[in-house]
């Protein structure tokens, strides 16, 4: 997309400013697309038939484009906002950021959000063929290949989500920051979201299987920990305002 047009695009009113800094990014499912910049990026770019096709030499060059664009954007931005974007990349600030890296990789939440990403990943292993044969007999008014979505859409997310909370919760500790609201109450909130979700879609799935019934409730049991593991380590997620979707009252 060319700079005018996204700079144009941008200045809407209609649009929700962050909107999509504390979504799922499951935009099929958004009710906010329409307030969305992002959304309205990507859909203006996927109506051009160079950018549908990624295999297409013309993407790459496109993308290229885009990202020279962007950085012309950014660039203004930072002369704007008094930033001098030369003096960001030193070897400590580099050191630093891996420092914070790691410790949030390590990070007792991180591991268990970790877990639980092999946990669905073996049960779903073990137990996808029969299960789809059981859901293909037992299916009535709810579409269990919804459910199966859900747990596989925030299978990775929540481990994404609880690492990007726990990330910036090392950083604020560090650094002293006290402000609210924080980034990474916004982040933990989403990730809780998509526990919550994800917990009641194994519930949905529990009262269709025989076989692998523990393992559902292994991971919910799971899940349960890990959700109430992050609500003390971030007290003040759950009341984290998320701009549109809270402040709107959309459960999104
Ligand atoms: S706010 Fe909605 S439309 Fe925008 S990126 Fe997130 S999920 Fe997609």
Same mark, same amino acid.
């Given at each position: 997309?060319?700079?005018?047009?996204? #700079?144009?695009? +941008? &200045? !809407?009113?209609r649009?929700? %400013?962050?909107?999509?800094?504390?979504?799922?990014?499951?935009? $099929?499912?958004?009710p906010?697309?329409?307030?969305?910049?992002?959304?309205?990026?990507?859909?203006?770019?996927?109506?051009d038939?160079?950018?549908?096709?990624?295999?297409?030499?013309?993407?790459?060059?496109k993308?290229?484009e885009?990202?020279?664009?962007?950085?012309?954007?950014?660039?203004?931005?930072?002369?704007?906002?008094?930033?001098?974007?030369e003096?960001?990349?030193?070897?400590?600030?580099?050191?630093?950021?891996?420092? #914070?890296?790691? +410790? &949030? !990789?390590?990070?007792?939440? %991180?591991?268990?959000?970790?877990?639980y990403?092999?946990i669905? $990943?073996?049960?779903?292993?073990?137990?996808?063929?029969?299960?789809f044969?059981t859901v293909?007999?037992?299916?009535?008014?709810?579409s269990?290949?919804e459910t199966?979505?859900?747990?596989r859409?925030?299978?990775?997310?929540?481990?994404?989500?609880?690492?990007?909370?726990?990330?910036?919760?090392?950083?604020?500790?560090?650094?002293?920051?006290?402000?609210?609201?924080?980034?990474?109450d916004?982040?933990a909130?989403i990730?809780?979201?998509?526990?919550d979700?994800?917990?009641?879609?194994?519930?949905a799935?529990?009262?269709?299987?025989?076989?692998?019934? $523990?393992?559902?409730?292994?991971?919910?049991?799971?899940?349960?920990?890990?959700?109430?593991a992050?609500?003390?380590?971030?007290?003040?997620?759950?009341?984290f305002?998320?701009?549109?979707?809270?402040?709107?009252?959309?459960n999104?």
């Open positions: 997309m060319k700079r005018d047009r996204l #700079k144009k695009l +941008a &200045a !809407e009113k649009f929700i %400013s962050g909107v999509y800094n504390y979504c799922d990014r499951w935009c $099929e499912r958004c906010l697309t329409s307030r969305c910049l992002n959304f309205s990026i990507s859909q203006e770019d996927s109506s038939p160079e950018a549908e096709d990624i295999r297409n030499k013309a993407f790459w060059n993308l290229s885009t990202l020279a664009e962007s950085l012309e954007l950014l660039k203004e931005g930072a002369k704007k906002w008094g930033i001098d974007l003096t960001l990349d030193s070897t400590e600030d580099i050191e630093n950021l891996k420092a #914070k890296d790691r +410790a &949030a !990789e390590n990070h007792l939440l %991180s591991r268990a959000a970790k877990r990403v092999e669905v $990943e073996d049960w779903f292993k073990e137990r996808e063929t029969l299960f044969e293909a007999a037992a299916r009535e008014g709810v269990l290949d199966l979505e859900v747990i859409w925030y299978q990775l997310f929540i481990c994404a989500k609880v690492m990007r909370a726990v990330r910036g919760k090392v950083e604020d500790d560090e650094e002293g920051h006290d402000e609210f609201p924080r980034d990474s916004g982040s909130k990730a809780l979201i998509a526990i979700r994800s917990i009641a879609a194994w519930a799935i529990r009262h269709y299987v025989t076989d692998g019934a $523990e393992g559902v409730i292994d991971a919910v049991a799971f899940l349960d920990s890990l959700r109430q992050v609500e003390k380590a971030f007290p003040k997620a759950r009341s305002m998320r701009p549109g979707f809270d402040s709107m009252d959309l999104g």
